[in-house]
């Protein structure tokens, strides 16, 4: 059993006010001061199953866009903090507009391999967090221990929002299996070391970054060069003999379904600005298109 702060959409909309409610499958208590047992992981869990998730990137740095996002119904939403503007207090806001607006796992993908910046994003309430660079089993190793209390990991103590502010006393025994790890290859020193990367326990995503990857190889912009796809199948190849989830970035669903097709499981869908994008540019077009428009 566990609980939670707050409402589901779906309660809120049907106007339930009883302190228990039932939503996505478990009933929830919103008032109760020392509820016991983390949130499942609903991404975990579906990989643990051999299962696709559906994902997409935040990057809008704001609580709006992250609820509307949220709304939709993807497994896991990504929070991105190495590319996207936002800071901590950015971040806050958009973990509890996603938990407001469904069960979508939002995942955090860190500016670096930072421990420091790993422990805040986990603290302020991050199921997930995906580190960018990674180039060696050692980095790897790095990453891994940041995201785990002792003794598997070194990850600091709190009475943090993740815990409930120390309400939940189960979520140090339980977040070290709870939290999830996405770790990027990206560059052509990662993938010639991907063997080795691969073999830390720990992982439960390698995720494939294409573009910087190409611009790694020298062939900045041109992902598709056999070069670059080379490199990708031979991360690929190593995943799959040990077991580990494929994942990668998708600018349209044409490229989403051939990752799947492919067998990527952890697959994101375009993301809350390119969505935005090709919706205004889409609609746009139609209205100049149009006959009485066109031919005015």
């Known amino acids: 059993m566990f609980c939670c702060s707050q409402f ?82 950015t971040l806050l806001s958009q973990l509890q507009a996603i938990a407001a607006a469904g069960d979508s796992t939002p995942i955090v993908r860190v500016e670096w391999n930072d421990p420091v910046v790993v422990k805040r994003v986990l603290d302020i309430g991050a199921e997930g967090v995906m580190v960018p660079g990674i180039k060696t089993a050692e980095e790897a190793r790095k990453a891994i221990g940041s995201i785990k209390y002792p003794p598997q990991g070194f990850r600091g103590i709190a009475g943090v929002r993740a815990s409930r502010f120390g309400q939940d006393p189960t979520y140090l025994k339980e977040a070290n299996d709870n939290v999830v790890m996405f770790l990027q290859i990206e560059t052509k020193e990662s993938v010639a070391n991907v063997e080795d990367i691969l073999s830390v326990p720990g992982i439960d995503v390698v995720f494939v970054g294409p573009n910087d990857l190409a611009a790694d190889l020298g062939h900045t912009g041109d992902m598709a060069h056999e070069d670059v796809q080379g490199a990708i199948k031979k991360v690929e190849d190593v995943a799959n003999a040990k077991g580990i989830v494929l994942g990668s970035v998708s600018r349209n669903w044409d490229q989403a379904k051939a990752l799947i097709d492919k067998g990527y499981r952890a697959v994101s869908i375009m993301g809350d600005i390119p969505m935005l994008i090709q919706g205004a540019k889409g609609n746009l077009e139609n209205f100049r298109n149009h006959p009485h428009v066109a031919g005015a």
């Open 8 to 89: 589901l959409l779906d309660d809120r909309l049907l106007g339930k006010h009883d302190p228990w409610r039932r939503g996505k499958g478990f009933i929830i208590n919103a008032n109760l001061p020392g509820c016991k047992g983390m949130k499942p992981n609903r991404l975990k869990n579906l990989l643990r199953e051999g299962k696709y998730a559906s994902g997409s990137w935040v990057s809008m740095c704001n609580p709006l866009g992250a609820e509307i996002m949220g709304m939709v119904g993807f497994d896991w939403l990504l929070v991105d903090m190495e590319h996207g503007a936002g800071d901590y207090q």
